[in-house]
């Protein structure tokens, strides 16, 4: 593909495009409290100064043993930081808060019935309960040092005790967001190897009870057709003493963890002490093609960076009540709902409900009730919120000290609203640039040192030193305002360590593009390319432009169009399917699918059409939900046979085909279109 050409299929060709924006400033109040005010810290991360500045993040950090060394890059791009170095996530998270802050809440669960009372759990209970888990865990699953173990439930705190429970062990969790499918989580419990599933009979949605632990059976079905066997599924219960799924369970295999794990009430786990590089978690992210990628996240590294993003860039002190709206299923819930806040002593808030529900005033009836005074969410939420009650936080008494973004770029007209009517123009904003990949923060403004400029994420966190170069590896002149592809020069400790179980992958999706020597143990060869184009203003902000691959981000999550295709193939009446990102005002971006049916089919009254958006709901999730569903006579093809996503794209978008004279067959083009516009 040529780099026009691959340029011209991007999403980010379709991203918004708007012009710099005037500067922001944080108050006085916010810069005299602020963890971070020392601007040497970008000279002391200087890339002269690189690997060793991290020690300052790993010092954070509660170790067993200290490491000897920073970086270890002879397995190069697999890197490894702070080797020789032992410590244990769910010591530094829980145990070592003790002796100061027992009783101080640590998680602080909100139930969506606004009639359930919020539930404050402390450090100590916290400590507790993840001792018990990790009891049972260990003496009912058999779960041990390097096991994987999936979890697949909704945004209740035996999400995060499960999680906490497992690192205790040594053990890898895998957490899949409670909103995928039992196939999903079926595939993804198949290639992490896990031979225990950890579920939740049912959680509210939108006023419902909804049934999850049907998705469990599927799951276990679909992993055991891929010839990996679950030996064993826990059942966490909504009601504690009361089982809320008509699904039964299975002998043998199923067993109420609610219930069980008061058989190991009063035990206690001495955490494992596990070398820095033993990995800590895989996170499944959407790739271009095939299959998810288990994202390997390691544990020293990861937990030094998170912990110093949280504290510095969140701005999380531990008197703060710190509220990230995001599901601890995706990467922004395991950093910055869970492992970072925790690090930090911090008081970090969990809620089940959706934000809409049963108004849009609720998320600020919540920030009112407890007190939150740092909140995150992504902008797909804001503008939802926006549109359906722009004037209910008016209503409320909160005040927010700070604000994040994360997960897609923010639109200046949504950014100003956040800023004026959410923030209520005392707050800070942090728009924070990053990926499943990464861990934690690439581009950030440091909220007391640089002032924020919507529309731009800002420039590279301290000790992460990003670099747009064009298609042929040619480096960008800094800040020429010329879009590109953004890559990091250097390795950082947050980043993933590998592709579970498939090291090519890793190296040729984030690597080799810009690698020159494959051989090399030299970082300096290995610049990490995350996939996103970008723009770099003079003042050295950068503005995220959006994918460059075939990857959708969907309310500010990455879904594979390959795997949206795969889920059209699934109705027996297609024969074709192309995927294509639409605008949309409230997802930034949401599916459109053209389908193509094999000869003697038709779709009458509109059925291929459902069944098609329910295959997607049924293989993927709801977050897959097409806006639209086109049945069209063919695809516009090259003549090599190629769809052009291109084409189609532009149709959906209402913009210019540009020229399709080339086309195998040209004569198409125009009849979609008039499918799609009238
Ligand atoms: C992709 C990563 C970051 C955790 C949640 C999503 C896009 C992320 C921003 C931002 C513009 C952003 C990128 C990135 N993205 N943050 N602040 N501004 N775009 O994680 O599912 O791994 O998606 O989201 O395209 O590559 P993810």
Redesign the pocket.
């Known amino acids: 593909m040529s780099a026009k050409e691959s340029m011209e299929v991007s999403e980010a060709q379709i991203a918004v495009h708007w012009q710099e924006e005037d500067y922001y400033h944080p108050s006085t109040e916010f810069i005299a409290q602020a963890n971070m005010t020392d601007a040497s810290i970008y000279d002391r991360f200087s890339l002269d100064n690189f690997p060793e500045c991290f020690k300052e993040y790993a010092d954070l950090l509660d170790w067993y043993e200290y490491w000897h060394t920073t970086l270890d890059t002879s397995d190069a791009p697999c890197f490894k930081w702070f080797v020789g170095g032992k410590l244990n996530a769910s010591y530094n998270c829980i145990d070592r808060h003790l002796a100061k802050n027992r009783n101080k809440t640590a998680l602080l669960y909100l139930p969506e019935p606004e009639d359930e009372a919020h539930q404050p759990i402390t450090y100590q209970e916290l400590w507790v309960r993840v001792n018990e888990t990790a009891a049972m865990l260990r003496d009912t699953c058999g779960v041990k040092q390097g096991d994987r173990v999936t979890i697949h439930m909704p945004m209740v705190p035996e999400l995060a005790v499960t999680m906490l429970a497992c690192a205790r062990l040594g053990a890898i969790h895998s957490v899949v967001f409670g909103g995928f499918s039992g196939k999903a989580c079926g595939e993804r419990i198949s290639d992490s190897g896990s031979k225990v599933l950890v579920t939740m009979d049912a959680y509210y949605r939108s006023g419902k009870l909804l049934e999850h632990k049907d998705k469990a059976d599927e799951a276990v079905q679909v992993a055991a057709d891929e010839g990996q066997e679950v030996e064993k599924v826990l059942v966490w219960q909504r009601y504690p003493g009361k089982y809320s799924a008509a699904t039964p369970l299975v002998e043998g295999r199923d067993y109420l963890a609610s219930d069980l794990v008061k058989e190991y009430a009063g035990q206690r786990v001495e955490p494992v002490r596990v070398p820095a590089e033993d990995p800590l978690f895989l996170m499944y992210?959407?790739g271009t093609t095939g299959r998810p990628k288990g994202c390997q996240h390691g544990t020293g590294g990861y937990l030094a960076y998170v912990t110093a993003t949280s504290k510095y860039v969140q701005d999380i002190h531990p008197e703060d009540v710190y509220w990230c709206m995001?599901d601890i299923g995706?990467?922004?819930g395991h950093s910055y709902i869970v492992y970072g806040p925790l690090s930090l002593g911090a008081t970090s808030v969990i809620f089940e409900g959706v934000p809409t529900y049963p108004d849009a005033g609720r998320p600020w009836r919540i920030a009112e009730r407890l007190g939150v005074n740092i909140f995150h969410t992504?902008?797909t939420t804001v503008r939802m919120l926006r549109k359906a009650g722009p004037d209910e936080p008016a209503k409320y008494t909160f005040h927010f000290k700070h604000m994040t973004?994360?997960?897609?770029?923010?639109e200046p007209e949504v950014w100003k609203w956040y800023y004026h009517v959410v923030g209520k123009g005392e707050a800070a904003i942090v728009?924070?640039?990053?990926?499943?990949?990464?861990g934690g923060f690439l581009?950030?403004t440091m909220p007391a040192l640089q002032p924020m400029k919507p529309g731009s994420?800002g420039p590279g966190m301290p000790g992460i030193h990003p670099v747009i170069f064009d298609e042929d590896g040619e480096e960008v002149a800094k800040g020429a305002g010329i879009a590109g592809n953004i890559c990091i020069r250097n390795p950082w400790p947050g980043q993933f360590q590998t592709i579970w179980g498939d090291r090519d992958r890793y190296v040729s999706t984030y690597y080799a593009k810009y690698n020159k020597n494959p051989k090399s143990t030299d970082w300096r060869d290995w610049p990490y390319f995350?996939?996103?184009a970008s723009v770099e203003a003079p003042d050295g902000y950068f503005r995220?432009l959006?994918?460059v691959d075939d990857?959708i981000?969907v309310a500010?999550?990455?879904l594979g169009t390959k795997e949206i295709e795969s889920a059209c193939l699934l109705v027996p009446e297609v024969a074709e399917a192309a995927v294509v990102p639409v605008a949309d005002e409230v997802k930034g971006k949401v599916p459109d699918i053209y389908v193509s049916l094999k000869p003697g089919y038709e779709s009458i009254g509109g059925e291929v059409e459902r069944k098609v958006s329910d295959a997607i709901s049924d293989s993927i999730g709801k977050i897959a939900k097409p806006k639209h569903v086109y049945v069209v006579t063919d695809m516009p093809k090259t003549r090599s046979g190629k769809i052009m996503r291109r084409v189609l794209s532009a149709i959906s978008n209402g913009k210019d085909v540009g020229d399709v004279t080339t086309l195998a067959n040209p004569d198409i083009v125009d009849e979609v279109r008039k499918l799609v516009q009238g």
């Open positions: 992210t959407s995001a995706w990467i922004t992504a902008p973004t994360v997960g897609e770029p923010i728009d924070t640039w990053w990926q499943t990949e990464t581009c950030s994420a995350p996939g996103d995220i959006g994918r990857v981000n500010g999550h990455r």
